[in-house]
DNA sequence: CAGGATCCAAAAGGATACTG
DNA sequence: CAGTATCCTTTTGGATCCTG
């Protein structure tokens, strides 16, 4: 079971903040986010778990950063890579089975929700 | 954030045990299993969380049992509701992108996985 | 600004035994 | 067979403060 894809996967995606802290991520025009803008915009999170989900999130190539060294203090870009981009889709889809069995949400409805914008 | 149709639906679904146990109950040609025969095939799940996820699945609509009275001692027996199959589509989306971008993985190349049947 | 360190509370889950 | 009950360990995450 342990080797399961599924199983696997779900140790990556299932954490508690990861799918907010994605779909932030995936917000917007601009595709980068500093650390302190995540923390923000997460409502809720405290430094030390986004610092933790973000490195995991590096780790399994669904985000990366770089740091911008021109203007000091130094700031962290986080943005998603394809295959973070990737899934989001599948969170797409989470989204379209909540709505269609479980939550009349009207705000979910709309193309763009304003909790997820997805 | 606590309203998003994501965040309440993976609350219901992103738990430990709760995958395998929708698969378990997906997979085969009976889409009856009873209590113990669960117990058995989620390798290494107590009856203890084995009882709490199901209690879940029940509330939520993704699970239903009836008790077979007619012979004792009692049997539960389990299957998806629809909402619970078609739940699945969302795990094989999953692991649909769990297999493209991380984990090669001969057994989920099939179509039939032996660790999932999906 | 970006994050690490500490300490603590709560929750989740495992082991095991037990019962109608 | 189908769970419940109890107890205990581990994990997780929250609060807060601190620093280069």
């Given at each position: 079971?342990?080797?399961?894809?599924?199983?696997?996967?779900?140790?990556?995606v299932?954490k508690?903040?990861?799918?907010?802290?994605?779909?932030?991520?995936?917000?917007?025009?601009?595709?980068?986010k500093?650390?302190?803008e995540?923390?923000?915009?997460?409502?809720?999170?405290?430094?030390?778990?986004l610092?933790v989900?973000l490195?995991?999130?590096?780790?399994?190539?669904?985000?990366?950063?770089?740091?911008?060294?021109?203007?000091?203090p130094?700031?962290?870009?986080?943005?998603?890579?394809?295959?973070?981009?990737d899934?989001?889709k599948?969170?797409?889809?989470?989204?379209?089975?909540?709505t269609?069995?479980?939550?009349e949400?009207?705000?979910?409805?709309?193309?763009?929700?304003?909790?997820c914008?997805i």
């Amino acid at each position: 079971m342990k080797n399961c894809t599924v199983y696997k996967t779900m140790n990556i995606v299932g954490k508690r903040w990861t799918i907010p802290i994605l779909l932030e991520l995936y917000k917007g025009e601009k595709r980068e986010k500093h650390f302190n803008e995540l923390k923000r915009k997460v409502v809720g999170i405290t430094p030390k778990i986004l610092s933790v989900r973000l490195v995991e999130l590096q780790t399994e190539g669904l985000v990366e950063k770089y740091v911008g060294s021109s203007v000091l203090p130094e700031r962290s870009n986080y943005f998603l890579t394809e295959s973070g981009e990737d899934f989001v889709k599948v969170i797409q889809e989470i989204k379209k089975w909540g709505t269609k069995w479980k939550f009349e949400n009207s705000e979910c409805d709309r193309s763009l929700c304003r909790y997820c914008d997805i």
